[in-house]
């Protein structure tokens, strides 16, 4: 049973950087792709980036790219969001989600995550 936890979240003035990490903290090492969503109050949760943990292909939402990176310590089985320049609009409870197949499917990254942790809030001022 994957059980994802995450942390290092935090509140930063707007072109600062944070790191929130995801671990399954279950050590299941069942997962093939992890990804981090967001969601801002009052608006729909979104997809941020995805890592394929067996070959290392990302993928990033448009908003994010050239800002955010998603990378793995495979040996801790923990995945990292390396979050820079941010900006107010990037304020949202972020999620980490993993699923046990390819990221990508039907053209899509985003979808078919069964797995979620509990969110790390990130505030950006």
């Known amino acids: 049973h994957v059980q994802l936890v995450e942390s290092g979240g935090g509140s930063v003035q707007a072109g600062g950087s944070l790191r929130p990490s995801c671990i399954d903290s279950e050590r299941t090492y069942s997962s093939v792709c992890m990804g981090w969503f967001r969601q801002a109050p009052g608006k729909e949760r979104e997809a941020v980036a995805a890592m394929y943990l067996g070959g290392g292909a990302t993928y990033y939402a448009d908003s994010v790219k050239g800002r955010f990176t998603i990378s793995l310590n495979r040996a801790q089985t923990m995945v990292y969001l390396q979050m820079n320049s941010l900006k107010p609009e990037d304020t949202a409870m972020y999620y980490c989600?993993?699923?046990?197949?390819?990221?990508?499917?039907?053209?899509?990254?985003?979808?078919?995550?069964?797995?979620w942790g509990q969110g790390t809030q990130v505030t950006v001022s």
């Open positions: 989600a993993a699923k046990g197949q390819f990221c990508l499917a039907g053209g899509s990254w985003y979808g078919g995550f069964p797995y």
